[in-house]
């Protein structure tokens, strides 16, 4: 109820409460629930004992624990100055190796993507690849990879873009949105264009705003010589795009 009904001028309060009580709550049932709250109100006085939480026995704890660390660091984006240290310490102390449990495995990856600090890259990369059974988690990766923005790992969202997983794909062309940069990257894109290669029409519409974004950050002159490649006569659809 707090947590759906509170006021932003009460969110203080609210949390203080709510790490009272956490504090000496025995029910593994409203715990989770607590830890939830917590993120959702956005204190960032409840960091600290969230990431105490990640050592709770208990996995349900943990899930809720490391996602409303997620969310309080979203929170703190807009301060500039926020040490992230304590945050980015704790992860990677915590799970190396990332958990072998399905849920909890990508909840971590989601805060890992939410926190977008540079130590979570490696991990980040590991979790979208083929390796990775879980196409929710190789999704949740290639996100991560977009909002670090570091073009370094534009490789690995190339490899999504054929992903058998619709909304692998998805992220993954939403990702070379920002970060694409070279005519390599928009013949990348261009091949999910084609109804042959990807079957889903939304996501070819996404690929071409993604291609023309990527085309609009490339130099005059390659822009030129990449018009005189496009292949603008093949079908009804190629010459709309060709105008555009």
């Not at 932003?8 to 949390?15: I, L, M, Q, S």
């Not at 025995?26 to 956005?42: D, E, F, H, M, Q």
């Amino acid at each position: 109820v707090i947590r759906d009904l509170r006021q932003p001028e009460n969110a203080a309060a609210d949390a203080a409460m709510l790490l009272q009580t956490l504090s000496t709550e025995p029910s593994l049932i409203v715990k989770p629930t607590l830890y939830n709250a917590l993120g959702r109100l956005g204190d960032a006085a409840a960091i600290p004992v969230c990431i105490a939480g990640l050592t709770d026995p208990d996995d349900e704890v943990v899930i809720e624990a490391v996602t409303a660390i997620g969310w309080l660091v979203q929170g703190q984006r807009e301060n500039d100055g926020a040490d992230l240290t304590p945050v980015v310490d704790a992860l990677l102390s915590r799970f190396s190796p990332l958990p072998a449990d399905p849920a909890l495995r990508r909840r971590v990856v989601e805060t890992m993507a939410k926190v977008q600090h540079v130590k979570f890259a490696p991990i980040l990369r590991e979790e979208a690849g083929d390796a990775q059974p879980s196409a929710s988690i190789r999704q949740t990766a290639v996100r991560g990879l977009e909002l670090l923005g570091n073009g370094a790992n534009t490789d690995v969202v190339i490899s999504r873009l054929a992903d058998k997983d619709a909304g692998v794909r998805e992220a993954a062309v939403k990702a070379m949105a920002a970060l694409g940069t070279t005519p390599a990257h928009l013949e990348a894109v261009a091949a999910r264009l084609a109804a042959a290669i990807e079957p889903v029409e939304t996501l070819q519409v996404q690929a071409w705003e993604t291609y023309r974004t990527i085309f609009g950050r490339l130099q005059p002159a390659v822009q030129i010589e990449v018009l005189g490649k496009f292949p603008w006569n093949t079908d009804a659809i190629a010459t709309e795009r060709f105008l555009q």
